[in-house]
């Protein structure tokens, strides 16, 4: 199993990006498939996730409304469309697979059995 985070990089407050997670050895459908960060001293927190086969999708507070993460089966590829971006979104941002996240479970990074490279975003004023 890879995952393969992307879509990364430099923008100024108020713009958008785009991740990129693209899955292989695996089908990604059948996975609770997440996103998580990681700013730089601070410890790893839960930013989006969409679960298995349907598309429920539940989100951190701090970015519900601005980010939407969303599957292209064909694509075996999850994405974490991110708006409006502040100051405070700076960090690695890391897709995450997990194959028993049930609905208490899916914020604890540790119900996730793989994990992709990390992608860094940074927000700049």
């Known amino acids: 199993v890879q995952l393969q985070a992307s879509g990364g990089g430099l923008v100024q407050a108020g713009e958008s990006l785009r991740l990129s997670c693209a899955a292989s050895?695996?089908?990604?459908?059948?996975?609770?498939m997440g996103w998580f960060r990681q700013a730089a001293g601070k410890e790893r927190e839960f930013v989006a996730t969409i679960r298995q086969m349907g598309s429920t999708t539940i989100y951190a507070d701090s970015v519900k409304g601005r980010f939407t993460i969303s599957r292209d089966k064909a694509k075996n590829t999850v994405y974490l469309q991110m708006n409006s971006l502040k100051l405070e979104d700076t960090a690695i941002y890391y897709c995450a697979a997990s194959a028993g996240a049930i609905l208490s479970t899916v914020r604890n990074p540790t119900a996730y059995n793989h994990w992709g490279q990390g992608t860094l975003v940074t927000v700049s004023s």
């Open positions: 050895g695996m089908t990604s459908s059948r996975y609770a």
